[in-house]
């Protein structure tokens, strides 16, 4: 019982994480049906920033990644704002084309100037954990995973309570009517992207806290939001909180209960069974199919 | 002067030579060089892009040392090497296609990509285009046993990576540890080095736990390691690459397992590996390829101890283990030329499967399947940072700490 309880409960802590990497991945999907294919590499780009944070002014990663985030959030604003608006109402095709061409340019980028060596971010506390009953909880994936409840109940706050969030929610259910209020589409979208690449900053610093990071390891991060984004459901901010918890304990639960070889099938199986019987992801709304799209 | 047919043709001539001699100097000097190409398809991005830079390290270096101190002839003209490089991305496809661009620009001989899927996937198209070549990155004996005759592997077979540490820490540990955990990715290469250690394990007398797998390049290894934990093994061996190998000792760490020792393959020789664990590195015990205290010399490089400190000069960084191996194939591959006295990759093949060398990589020798069975590994553990050799004792560095685990 107890190895159960210790499978679950690393798994619900590797489910925060994985949640955290796809919340930015769900907003800009379901708000703008943009599938950032370099949203790993921006992940991996916050992982940078957080270590070179630390590595010259000493500053431990949990201040570091709200640099790490700024500095993304501007990134992502520039990059929605001078290039992806200009395809933004094209066919999604050539939305996935050009965020795969940034997501090649920002891989190649960091392999030259990061080079492609193992890194981690080291603090004294970084592999510490703290015994519940005989369950061992692990500190930073803990904070990690708490950092991916605060994350998506700001998210929703901010969205339903603020002019901006609204402003955001209405271009996402229908671009024509939100201009017609006097909303400016270009600059909401250029903001959701921003925001959508902080979070990634945040994910990227906590990854760096967690593991070791190389550039090559952008694609893991993409498709891994993809896939809890998708099993989530778009259109709640809920959804990836929810995907990426339910995805790392099926991980946990195979990886436990069959070989470990399993664990990817296993993951994607449900991945396939989840959509069968709820195509929109778990919490997804089928409103955002419908959308009008000016 | 009247100007006669044969006046002109002269001071046509000497105009020429006035014009055209100067440069005809270094002409005639080029053309007493005749330079031998070699093609290397290394991944310089992708997954195993770190490696893969070390690969191309160890070649560049290889050509470098052959070309400033060859004396060596062909056909009355001095040898040079010339290594053109492809990335293949990491992927074996693209590994095994540039081989075959490689065979269309007339390049037949052919130093390894890093990897054993990649090398494996060359190892065919090899074969198909009568090509020559020497592997420096795929060790799986897998390879080895499709009865391919022209690709030969420098290194110690995969199934000698974990048995190397089995025998040291047999050897070495005192009080011996009884049980031994082997923790592994679930690749070709990583299972057959598992296979090995278990076997060896068994014969030494230690308890065997396991095999538990997960999957390759995962960054959680968590499922493994509660699956032992119940064993408390006095040993965890992890069949790993870089990734799994940081993310078994931290996991390990936050779950509260505490073995006697823990012994990994490949990652613990990476630099970056103590630079990332920190003190969590310490201790950790090893297998590798080579390290700058192997025994032998021979004429590019000299003795190991010579490369580490040549190396370190040209490149800013110590050399790996993955530096040597490259370096390693590159001089089989160019004793091999000097041998035939040729670029004709038949005769090279046949010159390879006779070359019997003691070099700075050690033993470089190969059996009927093109394996280098001869050269013994190394065992290191990470000592206050640095990667020290503890086995085997002949060329020991320090004594090897056990046990550390508190």
């Known amino acids: 019982m107890d190895t159960f309880l210790q499978v679950t409960a690393y798994g619900l802590l590797q489910g925060g994480l994985l949640a955290l990497v796809a919340v930015g991945f769900s907003l800009v999907w379901g708000i703008m049906n943009i599938v950032n294919l370099s949203h790993g590499a921006f992940v991996i780009l916050g992982a940078y920033i957080a270590w070179e944070i630390q590595g010259w002014l000493g500053l431990d990663p949990f201040l570091g990644m709200f640099i790490s985030a700024a500095v993304l959030f501007c990134v992502g604003y520039i990059f929605q704002r001078f290039l992806i608006n200009l395809i933004v109402n094209g066919p999604v095709f050539i939305t996935l084309l050009l965020t795969f061409g940034i997501n090649m340019i920002l891989i190649q980028g960091m392999n030259l100037f990061f080079t492609a060596d193992f890194r981690s971010i080291q603090t004294s506390y970084g592999s510490n954990s703290f015994e519940v009953g005989n369950i061992r909880i692990p500190l930073v994936r803990l904070l990690a995973f708490l950092l991916a409840i605060v994350i998506t109940f700001a998210l929703v706050a901010f969205v339903k309570h603020t002019r901006t969030g609204i402003s955001i929610m209405a271009t996402g259910m229908d671009r024509g009517a939100a201009r017609l209020m006097g909303i400016r589409a270009r600059h909401v979208y250029a903001l959701t992207f921003g925001i959508s690449a902080a979070l990634a900053g945040m994910a990227g610093t906590m990854i760096a806290t967690i593991e070791t990071f190389d550039p090559s390891k952008a694609g893991k991060f993409t498709l891994m939001a993809f896939v809890v984004a998708v099993l989530g459901g778009l259109g709640n901010m809920y959804g990836a909180l929810v995907g990426g918890l339910l995805m790392g304990l099926v991980q946990g639960w195979a990886g436990q209960y069959l070989s470990g070889t399993w664990v990817n099938a296993i993951a994607f199986l449900v991945l396939i069974i989840v959509l069968v019987f709820r195509p929109n992801g778990l919490v997804g709304k089928a409103f955002y199919a419908a959308r009008v799209e000016i | ?406």
Request: charge should be positive; aromatic fraction near 8%.
């Open chain 2, 1 to 406: 002067m009247k100007k006669t047919p044969r006046t002109s043709a002269a001071i046509i001539a000497a105009s020429c030579l006035a014009v055209f001699g100067i440069n005809a100097i270094p002409a005639a000097s080029a053309a007493d060089v005749v330079t031998i190409t070699l093609g290397a398809s290394v991944p310089l991005t992708g997954s195993l892009a770190k490696e893969g830079l070390l690969t191309k390290e160890g070649y560049q270096f290889c050509q470098e040392k052959v070309n400033a101190l060859s004396t060596a002839t062909i056909g009355g003209k001095q040898k040079k090497i010339e290594i053109v490089f492809q990335d293949d991305t990491s992927k074996p496809d693209l590994a095994a296609q540039n081989l075959s661009k490689f065979n269309d620009k007339g390049i037949k001989l052919i130093l390894s990509s890093y990897g054993s899927a990649n090398v494996n996937a060359q190892a065919a198209v090899v074969e198909l285009n009568k090509q020559t070549m020497v592997d420096s990155g795929g060790a799986d004996d897998a390879i080895f046993n499709k009865g391919y005759t022209r690709t030969f592997n420098v290194m110690s077979p995969a199934s000698e990576y974990a048995t190397s540490m089995v025998r040291a820490i047999a050897e070495m540990a005192k009080p011996k540890p009884v049980t031994m955990a082997f923790l592994s990715a679930d690749d070709g290469f990583s299972k057959t080095v598992t296979a090995g250690g278990m076997k060896a394990a068994t014969a030494l007398g230690f308890t065997v736990i396991g095999p538990q797998y997960f999957p390759n390049a995962t960054s959680d290894v968590s499922a493994a390691l509660n699956k032992i934990k119940a064993d408390k093994p006095d040993v965890i061996l992890g069949s790993v690459h870089f990734v799994e190998g940081v993310a078994m000792i931290k996991q390990a760490k936050e779950l509260g397992i505490t073995p006697k020792s823990f012994a990994e393959t490949v990652a613990p020789p990476i630099l970056d590996f103590a630079s990332t664990l920190g003190p969590l590195a310490e201790n950790v015990l090893g297998s590798s390829q080579w390290s700058s205290t192997v025994k032998g010399q021979e004429k590019y490089f000299g003795k190991a101890s010579n490369y580490a400190s040549e190396f370190l000069a040209r490149f800013g960084h110590e050399a790996t283990y993955h530096n040597a191996e490259a370096s390693a194939a590159c001089l089989a591959m160019v004793l091999a030329i000097e041998k035939t006295k040729s670029a004709d990759a038949e005769k090279i093949k046949t010159a390879l499967a006779a070359l019997d060398v003691q070099s700075f990589f050690g033993r470089i020798k190969f059996d009927s399947t093109g394996q280098n069975t001869f050269k013994p590994m190394v065992v290191i553990q990470i000592q206050k940072g640095k990667i020290i050799t503890v086995w085997p004792r002949s060329i020991a560095q320090a004594k090897m700490i056990w046990p550390y685990v508190k």
